[in-house]
């Protein structure tokens, strides 16, 4: 197994702080070496004081190009969107001048949208410069969840499609995801959780194998890509 390079904090604050310095740090290697940078993040509650924290950065943030690991098939204006939430919490004050390519297409039907999704990754996004899994109590990241019919396809590294559509039987909305391949494409990649639950979860995760019912291991259990775990 690939090395997972794993940083415990005990207090939010320095988790952020430590967090956001890897990230930035990571994101303007990537401008001097190329000239632009891509970041993809992930929704739920646990990345908002980071993306806070993010915004205020001084960075050559119009070199930087935003996009989703996922994102709930919703208009974007609704709160429930991923889109949306990056767009409040993140692309603001210094991160404002940041580009954002979204995964949602208006009048699309998702399965449609796929490819539509993965072309507009790969042409405008791709490589990923820096990657932000988060993990949920019931051990999904991006919007892989357990037990998922769509799961051998999203995992299989022959599959190099960006994009998959996928119908949660355990979470509401129709979801666009990364693919395993294409999350493992990324230079760097960041697991952030928080909170005593996270932690045990995480604890059986890297303790056991199967894919399928902790979709999060076919991220933290391979030996393609070293994985910065920070987490409270």
């Not at 070199?63 to 889109?83: F, I, Q």
């Not at 960006?162 to 395993?180: D, G, K, N, Q, V």
């Not at 697991?191 to 996270?198: A, P, R, S, V, Y």
Request: with cysteine; charged share 30%.
């Amino acid at each position: 197994m690939m090395s997972r390079s794993v940083h415990a904090f005990n207090e939010q604050k320095a988790l952020i702080e430590a967090l956001s310095q890897s990230i930035l740090a990571n994101l303007q290697k990537a401008i001097e070496e190329k000239g632009k940078a891509s970041l993809l993040v992930s929704g739920g509650s646990t990345p908002k004081p980071l993306f806070e924290k993010l915004r205020k950065e001084v960075l050559d943030w119009d070199k930087v190009t935003v996009g989703l690991c996922d994102e709930r098939w919703v208009d974007v204006s609704k709160e429930e969107s991923n889109e949306h939430f990056v767009k409040k919490y993140l692309l603001q004050e210094e991160a404002a001048k940041a580009h954002f390519v979204g995964m949602y297409c208006e009048d699309t039907d998702i399965y449609t949208a796929q490819k539509l999704c993965s072309k507009k990754m790969k042409e405008k996004l791709f490589p990923f410069d820096v990657l932000i899994l988060g993990m949920g109590t019931d051990a999904h990241t991006a919007s892989l969840f357990p037990e998922n019919i769509k799961l051998e396809e999203a995992f299989d590294l022959k599959n190099q499609n960006f994009c998959i559509a996928i119908e949660p039987t355990t979470a509401p909305y129709t979801r666009m995801s990364l693919t395993r391949w294409a999350i493992l494409g990324a230079k760097h990649i960041y697991i952030h959780f928080e909170g005593d639950e996270k932690i045990a979860v995480y604890e059986e995760a890297i303790a056991g194998e199967d894919m399928y019912m902790m979709p999060i291991r076919s991220v933290l259990n391979q030996d393609i890509k070293e994985i910065e775990v920070f987490y409270r």
